[in-house]
DNA sequence: TCATAAATGATGTGCGTACCTCAAATCAAG
DNA sequence: CTTGATTTGAGGTACGCACATCATTTATGA
């Protein structure tokens, strides 16, 4: 026999298929003795309910929305392009991807995609942005209207945020640690540190676990204050050559944020790719092309894919109130060299 | 109006829903100008069929089957926990994924686990097996009786298998390379290599790929002939004293298989735990125990949940004949230290 | 005990697709 | 133009479930 049906608890139960489906959509009017009655048949049959059957009859849409932040960097062309690519995969059955460009500075913006969301029976979002009250207070708001929100990439963790999907950012900035310690074996030196903005949580963290690695395990290297790319053209580039100019001991660059790009120029343009080791961070076919060529020796990065993916998967299951699969949510901290390149 | 369906093809073709319905499901008895007609209105329409209620109505059933060599490797343990966490998952929706044990050295026990597979009408199955003219021919009658095969951790590239799950072994090989060249520094010595055996085609490339990074970039470093563990108990443990008594200048380890535990247990015997550098590969809580304590510096593994998925999943839709998402079935060589550890 | 309310049963329809049968239309070849 | 084969149409049933309606049974309280 196959699994069992909503036929099967009726007969298990001893009642009519009325009643089970009334127990099963918790309708009212039924006594209490009977809602156990079916509840002990579904438990001792071993029922589940066919979510895409149920779904079918129900003519359920799902309606998800990805907040990202306006920009053009890599990392957010990557995630683009996966959710465009997770949108006609099979994971999207019966549900609707959308994305929504937010700009964070801007409340006005906020508001309105606020209202979007709510007006469009939006069921469930993503949310990537920077952890500020604003962004908490959407969040809030959003909740109370009964939609579920993830939070992609940086985690709001004081928001009711119903699940983050993302990695431990102080883990990752460990990671790149050791790493770059390791790398750079017995030798003496200064590291520098390229960030966006320090006040970003991402940035904060990472820099905080890789110069807690450091300090602890590699007391021969040194970390020098963050240089600031503020996501400009050409300002990672320049205080990056100011600061080599200071530090010519510098020995390893760490570059937790976006810049790698004027970062790998910089060196180059002084010969100095392959004798300074780099880390940096999230594979993109600019790093990726900087690893082969052997500018940048480690990327810490998360699977773009599994990161949209997962989202999804995991928007579904809280809008169905299924269990999700831990092990499979779970993104991992992924250490990439040339050799392991995809 | 919502998403189109096959009434509405039927109408903006101008043809009956039979029709429709034999294009769809490429059933014979449609004219090539038909067959045209249809697929411009599907074209047009943007038509996408309706996966879950396409299964609902096919009612079917799938049958998998995961071949594993008999043994009781941490490995093939965690193989073995991710195959029925799947099992109950919604991966299995609609498919029922069984394990049978198969003694690579028994050609009997080959011909009782083929004979099931035909018999039961298994669809698809994915094996994990050592590349031998057996297997291959054992895949090789499995596929003419018309049904899938994928194979599992080790590829079996000269079979007709219809799918490879799992890591470029040579790649995975150089990737441990590179991070033992690297994390020994500027440090000059031998390095001991531990295999399984020296015929297992997995064991083959890593060392492949390990002996070439190490010959190209790291002059300071030699590797020693393979330790061949052959999967017995105390062998690889005696047969790693004897080296590191004939050898006292070994300074790193790589364990290309299984004997991570023995190999552990002689370097902290020794108290060398943290002294030799040990390379080693696929997560286990042993390993991942090992990592922690600091003895083991590097794992290099695959993801064995996305490993038991991937090869789900796969057999699905080659069963559908639907194409599958590439990206989401690449396996990643992941790199593991104590910091990035899940 | 009876009226009334509450609980339950019986039954039907529809979701979007697959698959089957049989009749009708169309086609190719003689 | 006829014959036989091929192609197409029309229609039904099923999948597992949701949801609705109305009839019937059972419990409740006066």
């Known amino acids: 026999m196959g699994k069992p049906t909503v036929h099967d608890i009726a007969k ?37 309910r066919d979510i895409s059957a149920a779904n079918l009859a129900r003519q359920r849409q799902y309606r998800f929305a990805f907040l990202l932040p306006e920009g053009q960097s890599q990392f957010l062309q990557e995630i683009r392009r996966a959710i465009a690519e997770a949108a006609v995969s099979n994971i999207a059955d019966r549900s609707e991807m959308r994305v929504i460009n937010v700009s964070l500075q801007d409340p006005l913006s ?81 590291i520098a540190v390229v960030v966006n903005s320090t006040n970003e949580r991402d940035m904060a963290e990472r820099r905080l676990g890789f110069d807690a690695v450091i300090a602890r395990d590699f007391p021969l290297l040194a970390t020098l204050p963050s240089l600031e790319g503020r996501g400009e053209q050409d300002l990672p580039a320049e ?8 530090h ?5 660059l760490y570059c937790a944020g976006a810049g790698l790009r004027s970062v790998t120029k910089v060196l180059e ?36 894919g599994h990161l949209i993916r997962s989202a999804a998967r995991v928007l579904r299951a809280k809008c169905d109130g299924v269990d999700i699969v831990e092990s499979q949510e779970k993104i991992r901290i992924e250490i990439v060299i040339r050799e392991n390149l995809i």
Chains 1, 2 share one sequence.
């Open 239 to 246: 205080i990056t050559r100011a600061c080599l100019d200071r």
């Open 248 to 252: 010519p001991d510098v020995i390893g």
């Open 269 to 304: 343009e002084r010969s100095m790719a392959g004798r300074v080791t780099v880390v940096g961070h999230e594979l993109t076919p600019l790093s990726r092309e900087a690893l082969q060529r052997g500018v940048v020796d480690v990327i810490i990065t998360q699977n773009v």
């Open 110 to 190: 906020m508001m309105r995609v606020q209202q979007e969301i709510l007006e469009k029976n939006i069921d469930g979002v993503a949310i990537m942005a920077n952890e500020t009250p604003t962004v908490r207070d959407m969040i809030m708001r959003i909740k109370q209207a009964g939609r579920i929100v993830v939070t992609l990439v940086t985690d709001q963790p004081k928001s009711e945020r119903d699940h983050f999907v993302g990695v431990d950012n102080v883990a990752s900035g460990r990671t790149a640690g050791v790493l770059m310690g390791r790398f750079l074996g017995q030798r003496e030196g200064k």
């Open 12 to 48: 298990e139960a001893g009642v009519s298929l009325a009643t089970v489906d009334r127990v099963l959509n918790a309708r009212p009017g039924v006594r209490g003795k009977t809602v156990e009655k079916v509840q002990k048949a579904i438990g001792s049959l071993g029922y589940v």
